[in-house]
């Protein structure tokens, strides 16, 4: 499931932050493209099935603050979106196998 996610930011970005966060979002497995917006105001990611608060974890790591972050899912799918917060949740059951499995 591809998904857009929108990041916005208190005040633009510097440039090392700018880089923190292509590195923050490149780290996430299901992330496909980050483009800054606004001047480094705000940020778009595409990626695939990404949850909103596992963009908000990495970017924390990262010590970056944002603002809001709006999904192109609904609240439900984001809820469920991330294979991390569904084992967590009680679901068993996995998305992915690993090869081998």
Do not use: H, W, Y
């Not at 990041?7 to 780290?27: C, I, N, T, V």
């Not at 596992?54 to 990262?62: I, W």
């Amino acid at each position: 499931m591809s998904m857009r996610l929108d990041l916005d930011f208190s005040k633009p970005l510097k440039q090392e932050q700018r880089l923190s966060l292509k590195l923050a979002l490149a780290a996430l497995a299901k992330s496909k493209r980050v483009s800054l917006v606004d001047g480094g105001r705000g940020a778009i990611v595409i990626g695939e099935a990404m949850s909103c608060s596992r963009v908000r974890q990495a970017l924390a790591e990262m010590d970056l603050g944002v603002e809001a972050i709006r999904s192109s899912l609904n609240e439900d799918e984001d809820a469920v979106v991330d294979e991390t917060q569904s084992l967590a949740a009680g679901n068993p059951s996995e998305r992915l196998k690993p090869i081998g499995r």
